[in-house]
């Protein structure tokens, strides 16, 4: 069983940065893969950002590539998502996830077992 605890959302203006954490509670925290998901008002939670348990790859959605910055310090049990220059298509709620590193498609949501309860960011104009 992994618990998940997201912090550090918040109202930022467009080209801002955020730090969003999650940190995972559990003794096999750091056995899973991490995945960050978001989900904008009258919209489906759609994948943002996943990274294997190692931290050795990682993956993004081609909406937030070359912005967005995952990254984990398994030592702290925690997930990190870096966003940079922030536009208000942004703005959502952010849930991390976490899935079996044996499981395929990264991408899809049916893939992970645990969910955080979700931080809201918006990014004004």
């Known amino acids: 069983q992994v618990q998940l605890v997201e912090s550090g959302g918040g109202l930022v203006q467009a080209g801002d940065s955020l730090r969003l954490s999650c940190a995972a509670s559990?003794?096999?925290?750091?056995?899973?893969?991490m995945g960050w998901f978001r989900q904008a008002p009258g919209k489906e939670r759609e994948f943002v950002a996943a990274?294997?348990?190692?931290?050795?790859?990682?993956y993004y959605s081609s909406s937030v590539k070359g912005r967005f910055t995952i990254s984990r310090d398994n030592a702290k049990n925690t997930v990190y998502l870096q966003m940079n220059a922030l536009k208000p298509e942004d703005t959502a709620v952010y849930y991390c996830?976490?899935?079996?590193?044996?499981?395929?498609?990264?991408?899809?949501?049916?893939?992970?077992?645990?969910w955080g309860q979700g931080t809201q960011v918006t990014v004004s104009s």
């Open positions: 996830a976490a899935r079996s590193p044996y499981a395929s498609d990264y991408r899809a949501m049916s893939t992970y077992s645990y």
């Open positions: 559990g003794r096999t925290a750091s056995s899973y893969s």
């Open positions: 990274i294997t348990r190692s931290g050795d790859a990682t």
